[in-house]
């Protein structure tokens, strides 16, 4: 069984920065890709970035320029480095990933409890 555990968010103005970290923890054989989505009130859960082992990244529309995300592969921990936030980016953002136990095993989806980003004056 893997864990996802978040950390990092909080209330910023807008305009402020922060950065979200996401650590896997338990039997990990491979973890690819890992990544983010978000869901603020009333809304459906979005993608919000992207990241697989060897470092190809794939952000939303709302974020490219904005935001960075990176990983580090010995510690199993993806991060999301968030600048120039807008009150629009208030949600709760997910982290995710597909990870499998032995390499005889099929990749599972696997998502944090959520970690809530309020931007706001």
């Known amino acids: 069984q893997v864990q996802l555990v978040e950390s990092g968010g909080g209330l910023v103005q807008p305009g402020g920065s922060l950065r979200l970290s996401c650590a896997a923890s338990g039997r990990i054989f491979n973890i690819d890709p890992m990544g983010w989505y978000r869901q603020a009130p009333g809304k459906q859960r979005e993608l919000v970035a992207t990241?697989?082992?060897?470092?190809?990244?794939n952000y939303a529309a709302s974020v490219k320029g904005r935001f960075t995300i990176s990983r580090d592969n010995a510690k199993n921990t993806v991060y999301l480095q968030m600048n120039s936030l807008k009150p629009e980016d208030t949600a709760v953002y997910y982290c995710?990933?597909?990870?499998?136990?032995?390499?005889?095993?099929?990749?599972?989806?696997?998502w944090g409890q959520g970690i809530l980003v309020t931007v706001s004056s």
């Open positions: 995710y990933a597909y990870s499998r136990s032995t390499w005889k095993d099929w990749y599972q989806e696997v």
């Open positions: 990241i697989t082992s060897g470092g190809s990244t």
